[in-house]
């Protein structure tokens, strides 16, 4: 029974020590994590879960945007109520945020068209992104 007793609290120490040491680590982790999804939630960012995943520190948002808000040309515009839905992957580490289209083949100028604004979209939840950092340092 003793062996038993000795042997459970050894085991529970080793666990809670190991535990601890990973909370440590994670806690900087966890707070750019919560900072970036309250960024993206003020910017009117859904957050979801594609089906292939590329890391454990990536994140994805959705967004619809209206088209006008994004094309400067009038034959662009001829369709004013038309909105297209922008999907972002924001890959996080220690210090470094960045921000990029998850389908980089759909989002590059030639499909969009000429004159497009639809990278102002990155920089918009960058600069959310990094606010929101700067306010929780």
């Known amino acids: 029974m003793k062996k038993l007793l000795v042997l459970t609290a050894m085991a529970s120490f080793i666990?809670?020590?190991n535990g601890f040491?990973?909370?440590q680590m994670t806690q900087k982790e966890e707070k750019t994590l919560n900072a970036i999804q309250k960024a993206a939630m003020n910017?009117?960012?859904t957050q979801y879960m594609p089906s292939k995943k590329d890391g454990s520190q990536t994140l994805y948002f959705k967004k619809?945007?209206?088209k006008k808000d994004y094309y400067t040309y009038g034959y662009q515009n001829r369709q004013q109520h038309k909105q297209m839905?922008?999907?972002v992957k924001v890959d996080y580490s220690n210090d470094n945020v960045k921000v990029?289209?998850?389908d980089k083949i759909r989002m590059n100028p030639g499909s969009l068209g000429v004159g497009n604004k639809v990278h102002n979209v990155l920089d918009e939840l960058s600069n959310a992104i990094e606010q929101e950092?700067?306010?929780?340092?």
Request: negative net charge; glycine residues 4%; charged residues 20%.
């Open 15 to 17: 666990l809670g020590s």
């Open 21 to 23: 040491a990973a909370s």
């Open 43 to 45: 910017d009117e960012w």
């Open 64 to 66: 619809k945007i209206k």
């Open 85 to 87: 839905t922008v999907h």
């Open 100 to 102: 990029e289209f998850a």
């Open 133 to 137: 950092l700067s306010a929780n340092a």
